[in-house]
C-alpha cells in the first residue's frame, strides 16, 4: 500500500481528499507525526501531538452505500490492532480490558482488575474512528493514543483520554502501528463492501458476537441523546438499559416499560441504573 507521511500537517483526513483528488490510486495511508487540525465526530477537535498514530487511509468500495455498520465493523478491528500492540510491548493482561463504544470509540475499562491502580474508573478513550465518502471511496481516519503521557492529552472531554503508555505498554513502534491500522480498514471494509445492495446489509454473526462480547455498558444504564443535541442538553434523552448492538449495528436500548428499540445514531453516555 502506498504511504505518505508528513512531519506536520493540519488533517490527514483533508491530504487524503486532496491525493485522492490528484489521481493517487485507492487504496493509499496518510500518516503525519502531528495534526494542528485533526477532526473526530460531529467536527469535534482531535489533539493530535507528537507521540500518536495519526492516520487516513483511503479505499475504493463502489457506488453503492455502505450498510450502517461499516464504521463500527472497522473500530472493531482497530480494537485487534490495538490488543496486539499492547501485548506485544508486555501488556497482554491489559488487552483483555479493551472495549468498544459504540459507535466508533476503542475505550479501557478503568474497573477492570488489569488496570487497577493504572487509571481511575470508567472508560478511557484510547482511539477513535472516523468515515467519509467521496464519491466510489471512503476515507477512514484513525487516531490512537499511542506514546502519550497525561500532559499530552486533551482534559474536558466526554470521556477521559488515556494511552497505551498509560495501560502499560512500553514505547510502541508508531510505523509498525500505522500500516497495521491501515491494513486493518482496509479488511474491515471488505465484507461490508460484499454486503452493499443487492446483497443482504446485516453484519456478519461472528463479527456481531465479538462486538457485543466486547460493547461498553452492556447491560448498564445509559441515555442517548440525538445526534444534533447539544453537550449536555436533556431535552431528547432518551434513557434505558443497553442491551447490545443488532445486525444492522444499531445500539439496542430497553426503556422503562417499553418494548427494545433500536437506534441507529446519537451519542452515549452512562447513565446509571434505571428505575
Known sequence: MDEARLILT????DDARRLLARGAKAPFLVRADRQTAGRGQRGRAWASPIGGAWTTTTAWVGPEPLPAWAMLGVAWEVLGVVQRALARSGAAAQACALRLKWPNDVTADGAHPALRGRLGGG?????????ERDGEHVHVGVGVNANLGPADLPAGTRLPAASLGMLGAGRVPID???????RAVVA???PAHAAQPPAPGAMPPALLASINQRLAWRGQGVSLAPPD?????AAGLTRGVLAGIDEHGRALIAEHNAPLRAWSGGELSLAGPTP
Open 229 to 233: 443535541a447539544d453537550h449536555g442538553a
Open 176 to 182: 509498525q502501528l500505522c500500516r497495521q491500522i491501515a
Open 123 to 131: 472508560l478511557w478513550k484510547i482511539a477513535g474512528i472516523l468515515g
Open 188 to 190: 474491515a471494509l471488505a
Open 10 to 13: 493540519g488533517s490527514t483526513m
